[in-house]
Structure formats: C-alpha cells, structure tokens
C-alpha cells in the first residue's frame, strides 16, 4: 500500500505493532465516555497522524453502514489495514477489553444506586455532553468535505436529506442509507470516471 500524507505532504505515522494498537486503541476506548468519535479523530488524525482526515471521513462512514458499533468497525479496519487479521483482532481487544470491565464493574454499582435521583440526573445530564461532542466533531470535519467526490453543496445536501428522513420522517435507517447512500455513491462514481 502506497504511504498516505497529511495536509501538509508529511507521511503519516503507523502502529509500530499490534502491541502498540492494542495499547493505544484501550487507551482511546477507556476515554470515550459518552461516545468516542471526537476522541477517536483526535486520536487518530491529529494525535497518532495514522490517518488523514479525509481517509477518517471516508472509513468512518464505511464503519457507520456497518452492522455493529462504528469505532469497533473502524477500528477493524485499521487494524486490518497495518497488520491483517492479526491487527483486526488487536485492534478489537484494544476497543472492547478494558471498557468491558468498566461497563461490568459500573452495572454493578448503578445496580445499587439506580434509584437515587441525582443518579438518574447525573446520566440525563451526559445525554447533553454526547450530543455536544458528536457536533462538535462534525464540524471539525467539515473541511474534508472540499475534497469530497461530491463537493460540499451536494454533500450538505444530502446531509439535511438524511436528518429530515431519519429524525422528522422516522423512515428506518436501513432504508434511508441503502436510497441516499445508493444514490450518493452513483452520483460519485459518475463525477470520478
């Protein structure tokens, strides 16, 4: 696989090992409290530079019309990408381990706290902060669209096109991606050939 470069022309890092993709995507999963998108850019764009934010954009949507959670699909992906099978399955351990065990040890202390109001708050309360990182990092990305097949007017678009079908509508996402996925994808296959 040709080396990929950042904005800059500079060649983009890689996981020394699948060692180094465990350890690094635990790290990254044991902070992703409330969702990981804007800690997994961070991480792997701007921290890590193993992707650029256009390679991001294009791998995360792949992962988000996959079945299962999107930052396990990516980081699938990126694991296979670097070291095969063997990277997938670290990079899978490294996702799932450790917030296993936390999401284990936490029911069982909510078990015994689910009645406390200020419980109930607390977790109404983090709904806020999830919806305020996953904007915020949706217009972080916002630049990688100028590279887009699509370009951004066409991609806004079809952005307003699936919030208008999926949180006015209630049309079932399934149905909604295989439409205007199927329809974004032919429109960007014909400007690219």
Request: include cysteine; charged fraction near 15%; aromatic fraction near 8%.
């Amino acid at each position: 696989m040709p080396a990929s470069t950042d904005a800059d022309g500079a060649p983009l890092a890689r996981p020394r090992s699948c060692r180094d993709l465990f350890v690094s995507l635990s790290v990254l999963a044991l902070q992703g409290f409330g969702g990981v998108l804007a800690v997994v850019q961070r991480e792997m764009v701007e921290r890590k530079r193993w992707m650029t934010r256009e390679e991001f954009v294009e791998e995360w949507a792949v992962a988000q019309i996959m079945p299962g959670p999107n930052v396990v699909n990516l980081s699938i992906m990126l694991g296979a990408r670097y070291f095969g099978w063997r990277g997938s399955l670290a990079a899978v351990a490294g996702m799932l381990t450790f917030p296993l065990l936390v999401v284990l040890a936490l029911a069982l202390v909510y078990a015994e706290f689910s009645a406390n109001p200020q419980v109930a708050g607390a977790l109404r309360g983090m709904g806020a902060v999830a919806a305020g990182l996953i904007t915020a990092t949706g217009l972080k990305l916002l630049p990688a669209l100028r590279r887009n097949a699509l370009g951004v007017p066409l991609s806004a678009l079809f952005g307003v096109l699936v919030f208008v079908a999926v949180a006015w509508l209630k049309l079932p996402l399934l149905a909604v991606l295989l439409v205007l996925g199927g329809i974004a994808c032919v429109l960007a296959y014909r400007r690219l050939a």
